[in-house]
């Protein structure tokens, strides 16, 4: 499970912000208690803020580790593609990253320090028997291991100055290295300005498409002692489906089949057909059952189709979900309940996280106080995150009406409107 992220000098972040997911108030089952950390942490952190204020940028650089880790000894031979905030000392300083996470009882910690230029610095450490150990350092191409990794030397060799030496020694198939590359590689990205996939494309709502598609090879026969893969697929698609009904009361099923399309030619007169795979939702009314092609579906069904996957997969494996906007385009009460079911040990038995950003006040109502954060921009244009839970000290009660003192400007991160100045422009006054 996530502990903490912290980001410095990446778009709109200038100085250090830390997203942290140590509860405040532990009394309670959506936080989980970690007896290696003395800690109990949470299941869901959502940021909110007026817009423009770099709520997006938090999720983005959490993602942009994850890429870093899967691309950077493949892609990264010309340029490390970082954004460093673009004012004031911001392009001539490193861009730092930092993720604190627990996995299999272990806590590992992993820093990055980059320019554009190259990798600056590299660290991982872990904590057994809660005492901090490297795993490995370096500084430019010098790397250092911990003694008895004999097996990651090769790590050396591949090493550039651009290569992040994690996403080398992942290969190695070292547990030290192993298991915290997985934990970063597994996080998800989800949201409307992050997935731009069009309607048309066969790849749209594909990760939820897998929950429903019955794999190949499942008619095989299965070995006596082995479980049947069939039943695991059955339970799973099941719960997808009962996800999907919560959009739609009158979905029935889920079809996914394969048409003719035709490609046009170098002779217009000719064409070229492909058969492509397309999902269709199966709708019942009376005693009719009409399948739908997904591309027809409200925006608000084909946004939550698409989440089911990421959902559904996160809380499964006990992963890290990262969602940009949970509300754009989805009703409020499918927005708690997705809030609901991480929060829940019942439905999120293996430590999933959520992390999320929302404009939908609403959705305080369904969370606690160290589980909200907030937004603003400063003077020089810069972010800066801090938790809701330590607004002001003692003031922000655990039993405050969130939302209410929210909406009232308590807790700042409002947009400032200058309705002035809007009359003024609309030639409405003088």
């Not at 912290?6 to 997203?19: Q, T």
């Not at 991982?124 to 008895?148: A, C, D, I, M, S």
């Not at 989805?330 to 439905?347: G, K, N, W």
């Not at 603003?376 to 809701?388: C, F, H, I, V």
Request: proline share 5%; net charge negative; glycine share 6%.
């Amino acid at each position: 499970m996530l502990i903490r992220f912290e980001v410095a000098n990446f778009r709109s972040i200038l100085d250090p912000v830390e997203l942290s997911m140590v509860a405040i108030d532990q009394d309670r089952p959506a936080a989980r208690p970690v007896p290696n950390i003395n800690e109990s942490l949470l299941s869901v952190a959502a940021i909110f803020g007026p817009n423009a204020s770099g709520k997006s940028n938090v999720i983005a650089a959490m993602t942009w580790l994850r890429n870093a880790v899967w691309e950077s000894l493949r892609f990264w031979d010309d340029a490390v593609p970082v954004e460093p905030f673009a004012f004031a000392d911001g392009p001539n300083r490193f861009s730092a990253f930092t993720l604190e996470a627990v996995i299999r009882g272990v806590r590992f910690e992993y820093v990055v320090e980059v320019d554009r230029e190259a990798v600056r610095y590299e660290a991982l450490f872990h904590y057994p028997e809660k005492k901090r150990r490297r795993v490995f350092e370096r500084e430019g191409t010098n790397l250092t291991l911990q003694r008895g990794l004999g097996r990651l030397s090769g790590t050396r060799e591949l090493l550039t100055d651009r290569a992040l030496a994690l996403s080398i020694a992942r290969r190695f198939d070292e547990p030290l290295i192993s298991d915290l590359a997985s934990f970063i590689l597994n996080i998800q990205t989800f949201g409307q300005r992050i997935n731009r996939r069009s309607l048309g494309s066969p790849t749209f709502g594909a990760t939820t498409r897998r929950w429903f598609e019955e794999p190949d090879g499942n008619d095989q026969p299965v070995l006596p002692g082995f479980s049947d893969p069939r039943d695991e697929f059955k339970a799973d698609r099941a719960q997808a489906l009962a996800l999907l009904r919560m959009a739609d009361l009158g979905i029935d099923d889920v079809v996914i089949d394969e048409h003719e399309v035709a490609f046009p030619g170098v002779d217009p007169e000719a064409g070229r057909v492909r058969k492509q795979r397309r999902i269709r939702l199966v709708h019942r009314a009376a005693n009719e059952r009409v399948p739908f092609d997904l591309s027809a579906e409200s925006e608000g069904t084909r946004t939550w189709f698409q989440l089911i996957g990421p959902v559904l997969g996160a809380l499964k494996t006990g992963s890290l979900l990262l969602f940009d906007e949970l509300d754009a385009s989805l009703h409020p009460t499918l927005s708690a309940e997705v809030i609901r079911l991480f929060c829940d040990p019942v439905t999120n038995p293996s430590g999933a996280q959520l992390v999320f950003t929302s404009h939908d006040t609403s959705l305080l109502n369904h969370l606690n106080r160290d589980e909200v954060w907030l937004t603003e921009k400063g003077q020089d244009g810069s972010t800066r995150l801090g938790a809701l839970a330590e607004f002001a000290g003692e003031r922000v009660r655990r039993s405050q009406n969130l939302e209410r003192a929210y909406l009232h400007g308590r807790f700042g991160a409002l947009p400032e409107v200058d309705r002035t100045g809007v009359l003024r422009t609309l030639g409405l006054i003088g």
